[in-house]
């Protein structure tokens, strides 16, 4: 009964070191993008605060509304992130973006290190 106990809490230890590995601040890989974000809706902020909403298919459609904005049309991984391409904004130009984290935040920056908006929520 006491190794069952102590594999117990080995195994729970184990898990809460991966989870903490998982969730570190700094830049978030393509690869968590894909396991994390796809086929979920992104709750956050744009710049200017107003609320935005993000969702990336699996199909590599995806659909955006931040402020009184809507639009869809594509996305996909790159190197250092994600790209997408709308079908009104930035009249149709792909555009590719890196993540980092901060605590439960996610930042989404432009090419040249601006801004672009904010994650907080992943559902």
């Known amino acids: 009964m006491h190794d069952v106990k102590a594999t117990l809490v080995v195994l729970a230890?184990?898990?809460l070191h991966w989870?903490?590995?998982?969730?570190q601040d700094g830049p978030v890989s393509a690869k968590e993008i894909q396991?994390?974000?796809?086929g979920k809706?992104?709750?956050?902020t744009?710049?200017?605060?107003a609320k935005a909403f993000?969702?990336?298919e699996p199909d590599a459609n995806a659909s955006v509304s931040a402020g009184s904005t809507n639009d869809t049309g594509t996305w996909r991984l790159s190197e250092n992130g994600y790209c997408t391409t709308w079908k009104n904004i930035r009249a149709g130009q792909e555009r590719c973006f890196t993540v980092t984290r901060t605590g439960s935040t996610f930042r989404v920056a432009n090419p040249?290190?601006?801004?672009?908006?904010f994650f907080n929520s992943i559902k």
């Open 112 to 117: 040249d290190g601006s801004v672009s908006g």
């Open 46 to 49: 744009t710049p200017s605060g």
């Open 41 to 44: 809706d992104l709750i956050g």
């Open 13 to 15: 230890l184990t898990a």
């Open 54 to 56: 993000v969702r990336l």
């Open 19 to 23: 989870n903490v590995a998982l969730a």
């Open 35 to 38: 396991d994390t974000w796809v």
